[in-house]
């Protein structure tokens, strides 16, 4: 065996390889010296912290790892590069946020003698996301994402506090296990027909002709079931509000950001590598003709925005409002991909960074909210940002943000969504998405108007925050606000992420 | 008569049918579940005929083999949550289990 091959491989796989680690110090720890949890976040902290260190080092390597000896075609199982560092950066930066933030979540303290398990479980998804976002072979993307599922099932149902967490995860494993079914039958047809799973050599394929086109395209909407599922978009979105409104809150902005990020990483690249011929001059990816991929991610797009939107407008529980919003919010990204262009997948790179300060901020403020109250329904928040202003002002930064109105961050990623589409001449979509964001704005402001425009009650809590989480809700606040006006770093560092290698 | 590649598409088509007439039709959470097992062993028939039809080397085999063991993986824990689910509600049909609805 080839081992200068494999050696070669695993220096490409260090940031992985730390995960894998850290995820065993914790199970170990946890085994051995049970009665010291306490110590269980910090140990997952450093591992975060030493992951993202490395992988910012590596910023700039490119590769492929594990590739086969001996095949025409130079390819890999996994495609490193600058675009799959800036996900896993997003990535990492969310989980070392989420890590805080299940620290000092009420759900997660009340199974403290199970916390051995809860950071094995998401050091698992971690590890499931950190491949999605690199993967260029099928098997491996398929394998990665259930890993991430795995995981996931468990945390949706872990606390076990309330009915609604079981029911949680009984609705998200089955519609992910369905879509990963089908998922697997268009891969095994993809198979039959290109002789590979690997996509290089599918794109070879592809140009070579002769394909039969019914198969080809039942097989990639099989596929896409598989993806349209983990960044819940329409129709395969059903599970999310469920989801999210029964899991931990922990979780749900873990998932909401994070998993939604590696699912977003591994299409756009699914697409990129599987189907691209060629790129132009400007930046336009030219497609092999044997599927319409724009056609249908923007039929896609447009429907789970509105769909997000206007099912968001009756919700009163905040967690369920915000998972649709979370829904809204992948079609406005899927919109970025469907310009099938260099422009549009840095807008989806711009508008992610954003999107997790500002979500990961608005689940913050509605779990110290729900510490306190018990719920997270809308009719509680009766007169709240008057008794407690810093997390009023807090929430409505995010809501402000999260609605897209300047000058918040959440303005500027929606600003380069809107140019990318502009360039590509899709002006109708974009006054669609534009639409959508007025709708989205009543019930966002809804909670504002409730916070502030209604008095008091006596049972509003006057709700007191810690110092750490006063500076944990500035650190995620002032960005928001600060990269609605100075945002050339984001965008510059996204600029410098959208090389793809190889194609 | 031979028994040829277009007959292993058959039976797995047939079974894929099935896994998804099973998912959308049943109401006890396991045969939900038995459904699922019968899509990922669709597209395990699929994988094993066409490496051995299609001259593609072991490819395909070794790749039902992943999927033999993620479907016992997933099994596990579907059943896991589904005891859960049996636990609170004494009941595994999946139709009225609805406490989050809008």
Known sequence: MDLNGLYESIALIKPEIVISLTLLAIVLFDLILSNSKKLLPFIAATGLAVTLVIQIIELSTTGYAFSPQNATLFYGMLSVDSFGAFFKVIILVSSLLIVYFSAVTDEIKQSFDRLGEYYTLIFGMILGMMFMTSAIDLILIYLSIELLSLSSYVLAGFTKIRQRNNEASLKYIIYGAVSSGMMLFGISLIYGMAGSTNLVELNNFIQSGSINLVTFSIALILIFAGFGFKISVAPFHFWTPDVYEGAPISITAFLSVASKAAGFAVLIRFIRVGFVSYVDSDGFWRLSEVFDWQALLVIISILTMTLGNFSALWQDNLKRMLAYSSIAHAGYMLLGLAVLSNQGAFAILVYFSFYLIMNIGAFFVVMLIANKLGSENIDDYNGLGLKSPFLGVALGLFLVSLTGLPPTAGFIGKLYLFIALVDAKMIIVAVIALLNTVVSLYYYIRVLKKMYLSNPTEDTPEIKTSAMNTIFILILAVPTLVFGLYFAPVVDFAKMCISFFGV | ?102
Do not use: P
């Open chain 2, 1 to 102: 008569m031979e028994v040829g590649l277009s007959h292993f598409l058959v039976v797995s088509t047939a079974l894929f049918s099935l896994g998804i007439y099973g998912v959308v039709t049943r109401k006890n959470a396991v045969m939900v579940l038995m459904g699922i097992e019968l899509i990922l062993n669709a597209a395990n028939i699929n994988f094993i005929a066409f490496s051995r039809y299609g001259n593609f080397g072991l490819n395909g085999q070794a790749i039902a083999l992943f999927v033999i063991v993620l479907a016992a993986a997933e099994a596990a824990i579907a059943l896991a949550i589904v005891l859960n689910i049996y636990k609170t509600y004494n009941h595994v049909n999946v139709d009225e289990i609805e406490d989050l609805k809008e």
